[in-house]
Structure formats: structure tokens, C-alpha cells
């Protein structure tokens, strides 16, 4: 029978739960690599027992860990993060310019083909490959050296490249995403990039409707409609129908347009799920309530999910990495809070229940879907 | 040999127990104490000073003998009773909350 793995990166530490289709019980292993930040922890998709963990401490820096058997042990590997070239500068947030530093790992997309192949998006915003299982790293510094780099400014929770996602088909085309200077997408497997942040409009940089600047949380692809793009942007839910070279505002309904992750269901690329947030100042969910936003008509209208969500007294907060799917025949959904629950739907987020309850604030939630 | 103490994070990730005993040429220094600790263990590489410029990470110490060394120039030699093996080099994660 098949089965699920869900992959949880907290602040201390990472956890491991498994469970059969019915995603009824679960076995959940951890914390591995206690009182260290996981960032992410992400499974290869050519080979479901390849698994990279990106784990970081203020004390002790950088490591790169990666199981060969499904998270039962783990081995470090290379965590070498060195810019190529000259580093040149961003901005700081009080506009100064500061010279790219490495700071941490944020998210790590292993290769659609190639368990060996993995992208790492770090902070300062930089994109990374390794193509020898982690050994080693190297830079695609096409794009931090994109005209617009010296401009790029912090979100507020660091100048970071957080979104990484692959063409199904392309393996040329890529799309990035950096808090705050915006979406990037390359048609040339890295070398160039262009900007893709036409139809953003925020209200909190100069010109609302710059090129880049924008604080943009998280992208969303369907594999079966790569063309359509779903982001969460700091304020609005946004579509693009042209790979990111237009977009357009979907957050018809929402209590809020504020959030962090976005999630599109396995099997139908219309089916999408935010988590809304009352504001940028607030950073925790409107109302007092848990509830997970689907659309199913590719935005714009959206229904709240709340059954076995908590409806009062609930201020917790679900940020951007921390929302997957399954491909099971009906669509699992998961998500983690800043409390240390780890929810799961196993009917599309019909219903909902707590897996976990009481881990550290969870920072990231992937799902594996195995044979 | 030299006597390495290091923070428990950085003992779990190196995977030893207790003290890390390590044949030093000398002079023995900081940069020469972590040159044969990062060698003989490799994963510590930019856990304890950063790997391009061999800075010192912000939040570690070192300690030897009642003294604090850590803003000694790494080439400065280390007190005798640590080049002797009677006292260790203490690698401390300084104490933050969180």
C-alpha cells in the first residue's frame, strides 16, 4: 500500500511522519538534529529515499545533512556556500548598501530527474546547485548579478530566496522567488533572468508597480499547467496565465490577502489553498481562527476549510514553506504553525486533524508521496 | 597532544565523546589548533570561524587556563599548560536565550 512521509523542519530541530494511504496513524520520528534551525527538509522525487535537510544555528552556522534512507540516519555533507565572483552589494533595510553575506539555507528543490542534483535558495538571496549529492555547491550567479541586484532589500525576515520551482518538461526554465525584491524566472537553465513582477502593486516601496521590490511569499505551479503561476504576495493573492509575465489579483473573498504559503492541489490545477493572516503588523490568523482558504475556481472565490480547525482563541501563524500536498488518489493537504502543530487533511481539507500538537514553531512542511 | 573541548552541539555533529586529543606541530596556536581540528574533521569547517576568511563566528569563544583568548591574534600561542596537554582549549557557544 502506499504511503506518505511528511518532513518537518522546526526550530529545533527536524521530524520525520509517516503513515499508510489512509493517513489515519502515524509514526513520527525526531527531533533529529535537536536544538538546530531546519530551515527545510526536502525528498528527491526520482528517488523517494533521498532526503536533504537544511540545518542552521546563530552559534555554528551552515550544515547540508542527507539521508540515503528515507530519514532514518543522515550524514552531513558539503556546506560550502561561497558567492561566485565579486559580491558586489544589496541594500540594507535602512538603504545603505551592504555586500551579499551568507547568512543560511531557506529551502532546498532537489531535481525533478536526479537525486544527486539539488537547488538551494539561501539568504543573501542566491541560488546554488549541487550535482554530486551535496558534496559540493556552486553558485548560478546569473542571477544576483540581474541589473536590478544592488537595489534588492530585505523582507523582514532577511533578504532571502525562499522559492524554487522546476519546469516539469524544461529543465532550462526555473522560477525564484526573493523576499523583497520579487519573481525571476530563467529560460536558460540559470545563466540569465528576467524579472517577473508585472501586475504586483505594493504599496509599501516608492513606485507600487516597480519591476522589482516587491515582497513576494511564496509561488505555486500545477506540473500539469506550468504556465499558470499562483503567488502569495506580503498583501494579495495573485495569478499570472503567461509564466509570470503578467499577473493579475485573485484575492476576491479572503477575510485577508495578507499570508504567507500557497498550495495547489495534485490533481486539479484549478484547486488552491492560502492561509489567511490578519496583517503584516499582526502576523497571526484573523478572528481568533485556524481556517485554510481553498478555491476551486483557480481564485477568487474562496471557502473557508475550519472542520477540526480551531475556531477561537487561535493566534498562531503558518508561514511560507510550511504547506503541502500529496498526491494520493484524494489529495492530502499539511501544514505547520509557529504553535508546533502539524495539520493533515486526507480529503482535500475537507477535515482536518492534528498529527503533531506540541512540536517546537514549525518552519517548513514538505510531503512525499510514496509507492 | 592538545586537548580540544568543544560545545555539545559541535561534539554531536563530529560525532565524538568527551575531549578531541589532536597532534599539533608547534608553535601551537588557535589557528593552528583549529587547522588540525578542521582537518581531522571536517563537518567543523565554518562551525567555528568562518571558512573564506577564518573569522571567528560571533557567538564562540575560546578559553584556555582561566582566559579568555578569543581576541588574541589566532597566531599567538597558547599558554604552555594547553601545548603540554594539561589543560584543554575550551571551544564555547556563547550563552543567548532562545
Redesign the interface.
Known amino acids: 500500500m502506499s504511503g506518505v512521509r511528511v518532513l518537518v523542519g522546526t526550530r529545533k530541530g527536524a521530524f520525520v511522519l509517516n503513515s499508510d494511504g489512509k493517513r489515519e496513524r502515524w509514526e513520527v520520528s525526531g527531533p533529529h538534529f535537536g536544538?538546530?534551525e531546519i530551515y527545510h527538509v526536502a525528498g528527491s522525487p526520482a528517488d523517494p529515499d533521498r532526503l536533504y535537510a537544511a540545518q542552521s544555528?546563530?552559534?555554528?552556522?551552515?550544515?547540508i545533512q542527507r539521508s540515503d534512507d528515507g530519514g532514518r540516519s543522515w550524514e552531513?555533507v558539503g556546506?560550502?556556500f561561497?558567492y561566485e565572483g565579486e559580491t558586489g552589494t544589496h541594500q540594507f533595510y535602512d538603504g545603505t548598501a551592504v555586500p551579499w553575506q551568507f547568512k543560511r539555507v531557506w529551502h532546498l528543490e532537489p531535481s525533478l530527474a536526479d537525486p544527486d542534483t539539488v537547488y538551494a535558495g539561501i539568504e543573501d538571496a542566491g541560488l546554488f546547485r549541487t550535482n554530486d549529492g551535496g558534496q559540493s555547491w556552486q553558485e548560478l550567479p546569473g542571477l544576483r548579478a540581474h541589473g536590478s541586484g544592488p537595489s534588492w532589500q530585505p523582507g523582514a525576515g532577511g533578504l532571502c530566496l525562499h522559492t524554487i520551482i522546476e519546469h516539469p518538461t524544461n529543465p532550462d526554465r526555473l522560477f525564484i522567488a526573493i523576499s523583497a525584491a520579487g519573481a525571476f524566472r530563467t529560460d536558460d537553465g540559470g545563466k540569465t533572468w528576467q524579472a517577473i513582477n508585472r501586475g504586483l502593486l505594493s504599496d509599501g516601496i516608492p513606485d507600487p508597480d516597480a519591476e522589482v521590490g516587491h515582497c513576494v511569499h511564496r509561488l505555486a505551479m500545477h506540473p500539469s499547467r506550468p504556465d499558470v503561476l499562483f503567488m502569495q504576495k506580503h498583501w494579495d493573492v495573485m495569478r499570472s496565465d503567461d509564466a509570470g509575465d503578467n499577473w493579475y489579483e485573485i484575492s476576491g473573498n479572503l477575510p485577508s490577502d495578507f499570508g504567507f504559503p500557497i498550495a495547489v492541489h495534485a490533481h486539479e490545477p484549478d484547486t488552491v489553498y492560502v492561509v489567511p493572516i490578519k496583517s503584516d503588523s499582526e502576523h497571526y490568523l484573523p478572528e481568533g481562527k485556524l481556517r485554510v482558504y481553498r478555491s476551486r475556481t483557480g481564485g477568487n472565490e474562496w471557502e473557508p476549510l475550519t472542520a477540526g480547525l480551531p475556531q477561537e482563541n487561535c493566534y498562531l501563524n503558518v508561514l511560507r514553506d510550511a504547506m503541502a500536498v500529496d498526491s494520493l488518489d484524494e489529495c492530502g493537504v499539511y501544514f505547520g504553525t509557529s504553535g508546533g502543530q502539524v495539520y493533515g487533511s486526507a480529503d482535500a481539507g475537507d477535515t482536518w486533524a492534528p498529527i503533531v500538537s506540541d512540536l517546537p514553531p514549525v518552519l517548513s512542511v514538505e510531503v512525499q508521496t510514496l509507492p | 597532544m592538545i586537548r580540544v573541548k568543544l560545545p555539545t552541539h559541535l561534539r554531536v555533529l563530529a560525532k565524538v565523546d568527551g575531549e578531541v586529543e589532536l597532534a599539533v606541530d608547534e608553535p601551537v596556536t588557535v589557528a593552528a589548533v583549529l587547522d588540525a581540528l578542521e582537518s581531522g574533521y571536517p563537518v567543523l569547517r565554518g562551525a567555528i570561524r568562518d571558512q573564506g576568511t577564518g573569522k571567528r563566528r560571533a557567538f564562540v569563544r575560546y578559553f584556555a587556563c582561566e582566559q579568555d583568548l578569543s581576541h588574541e591574534p589566532p597566531e599567538t600561542p597558547l599558554p604552555e599548560r594547553v601545548v603540554s596537554g594539561d589543560e584543554p582549549l575550551l571551544v564555547i557557544g556563547a550563552m543567548a536565550g532562545g
Open positions: 536544538g538546530w544555528i546563530e552559534w555554528f552556522g551552515q550544515q552531513p556546506h560550502d561561497s
